[in-house]
């Protein structure tokens, strides 16, 4: 069960924009993310969710979508996410997120996948412009945007060759993911 969820959590970036998700359903994934392991449980992380159409178009004017097509500005209108999920680090209740912001992440995203959805983590966002949407205070510092919907993709592992990570698109836009070898990464 949980190797079926990791292996259908991709990197999502293209969406059926009219399936919508519910603000329930977001609430119900970052309460996965507060209910797993925090480091020294210090629990720091804080979420801006968004399902509203003209909030989500002023969160995606702020994003970078895939450095390695560069030729791709991102979804066009149709396949935009229909939910955000901007994770914030709350400086005032510690000093540092350390890991907690992978495991959140990846919480959210199973939950996402196992509810029949996907999502993106980004990580290249323009933080001043999409602060100043927010109003948020200098103790909040914004780490990533999840961007989540009914993915419209495919997305598919191939083997690594040559040592090259890039991932791209073929020509019926599937969307291919190159991994390494097990065996190449377990050292001993």
């Given at each position: 069960m949980i190797k079926e969820l990791i292996l259908k959590n991709r990197s999502y970036r293209r969406f059926y924009q009219s399936e919508k998700i519910s603000p329930s359903q977001l609430r119900d994934w970052v309460d996965l993310a507060r209910?797993?392991?925090?480091?020294?449980?210090?629990?720091?992380?804080?979420?801006?969710?968004?399902?509203?159409?003209?909030?989500?178009?002023?969160?995606?004017?702020?994003l970078a979508w895939a450095g390695y097509l560069s030729n791709w500005n991102?979804?066009?209108?149709g396949e935009r996410p229909s939910g955000y999920i901007i994770m914030l680090y709350d400086k005032q209740i510690e000093g540092n997120y350390l890991c907690d912001d992978g495991i959140a992440a990846q919480s959210i995203l199973l939950g996402a996948v196992e509810a029949g959805f996907g999502g993106c983590i980004i990580h290249t966002v323009n933080r001043n412009k999409l602060r100043e949407i927010l109003q948020l205070d200098d103790r909040f510092e914004i780490l990533h945007v999840l961007a989540l919907g009914k993915p419209k993709e495919t997305v598919v592992l191939d083997e690594m060759k040559n040592g090259d990570v890039k991932y791209w698109r073929d020509e019926n836009q599937v969307h291919h993911v190159p991994k390494r070898a097990l065996d190449e990464i377990i050292l001993r």
């Open positions: 209910n797993s392991a925090s480091a020294r449980n210090a629990q720091p992380l804080k979420y801006i969710l968004s399902t509203e159409k003209s909030f989500n178009a002023q969160i995606f004017e702020h991102g979804p066009e209108e």
